[in-house]
């Protein structure tokens, strides 16, 4: 098997661990746009080589690991290199543009858009982890638009890496992951500002931050070259629900001035059902 990721970084970088773990003759190829990503990756066994347009000709399955916006600039260039046998996936944390940008691709059946849910806030190749995708989710999009013999060789590796799969239309995906994922990341970038401008002692932040900040603050650790384009291209999934959370935020602040410290366990008590929700934990076992 020959497979080439373009970008390998902590996304492009798993998916080589784990292909070379799972097949340990594929031979993976890389390109990055920066050279020192392509050395560190060849330095740490992720790729074997350097991929140029023949390698791209004769891949069995090209990875595009790259930030959203550069995938809406590379994305038609690799389309119009790779080979007729050739699947190409992306990685992309939005969906509408890049569908777009595809939609009138003459080798649009060679594309199939995905978005592996998992990461973490690190990045480069040095992030890149053994059994990331593992036990997690890959929404595909458009899945209909894909050759279907290049849609299930795709879909054994992510059965391979114990990836579970959900189908979604590209417009559903980035209003979706505004809530669950892209406010999630504002939140604490917002948080970690916040608390950065209001205590100045960089000590006391350390000293006193217990695991709630520690584990609040952790996304804005990430990559803002990653996340600015994100939010660009979902701007208005990402307005409507940052206007949602600052209402709550307002509605908070107003209890709390009003000493209305009922419903503030109410509201508090209410979002306790997100324990139901993610682990499935009794809303009954609740210790008040
Ligand atoms: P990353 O660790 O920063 O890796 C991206 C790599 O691509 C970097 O080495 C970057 O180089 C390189 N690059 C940038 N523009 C390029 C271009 N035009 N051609 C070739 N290489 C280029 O980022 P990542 O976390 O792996 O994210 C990659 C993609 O996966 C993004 O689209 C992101 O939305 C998506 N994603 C990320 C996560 C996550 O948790 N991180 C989760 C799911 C999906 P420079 O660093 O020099 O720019």
Redesign the pocket.
């Known amino acids: 098997m020959k497979v080439v990721i373009?970008?390998?970084?902590?996304?492009?970088?798993s998916f080589a661990r784990d292909i070379k773990r799972l097949h340990p003759k594929a031979k993976i190829y890389g390109?990055?746009?920066?050279p020192a990503?392509e050395d560190e990756a060849r330095v740490l066994g992720l790729i074997d080589e350097t991929a140029g347009g023949r390698e791209l000709s004769e891949a069995d399955m090209v990875i595009v690991?790259?930030?959203?916006d550069?995938?809406l600039?590379?994305l038609p260039g690799i389309l119009d290199a790779v080979g007729e046998q050739t699947v190409v996936m992306?990685?992309?944390?939005?969906k509408s543009l890049v569908c777009k940008v595809v939609e009138n691709h003459p080798k649009r059946r060679n594309f199939l858009a995905c978005?592996?849910?998992?990461?973490?806030?690190y990045?480069?190749?040095s992030?890149a982890l053994d059994g990331l995708y593992e036990g997690k989710t890959q929404i595909i999009c458009e899945v209909e638009k894909t050759a279907f013999k290049l849609q299930e060789r795709a879909h054994d590796l992510f059965r391979d890496l114990g990836m579970r799969i959900r189908y979604m239309n590209p417009e559903s995906h980035d209003k979706h992951i505004a809530y669950v994922s892209h406010l999630s990341h504002i939140s604490s970038f917002m948080l970690g500002k916040t608390v950065i401008e209001m205590e100045r002692n960089e000590r006391d932040i350390f000293d006193m931050a217990g695991s709630g900040f520690e584990s609040t603050v952790r996304l804005a650790k990430?990559?803002p070259?990653?996340w600015t384009p994100?939010f660009r291209q979902n701007k208005g999934n990402v307005l409507e629900i940052l206007d949602a959370y600052i209402g709550n935020l307002e509605a908070f602040r107003d209890k709390l001035s009003n000493d209305d410290f009922n419903g503030i366990y109410q509201e508090m008590d209410n979002t306790n059902k997100i324990r139901e929700i993610l682990k499935g934990i009794p809303l009954n076992n609740k210790v008040k």
């Open positions: 373009i970008g390998i970084g902590l996304i492009g970088g390109r990055d746009v920066n990503h690991s790259v930030p959203v550069a995938l600039v590379e992306d990685a992309g944390s939005t978005h592996p849910i998992a990461g973490t806030e990045s480069g190749p992030a990430s990559s070259a990653m994100i």
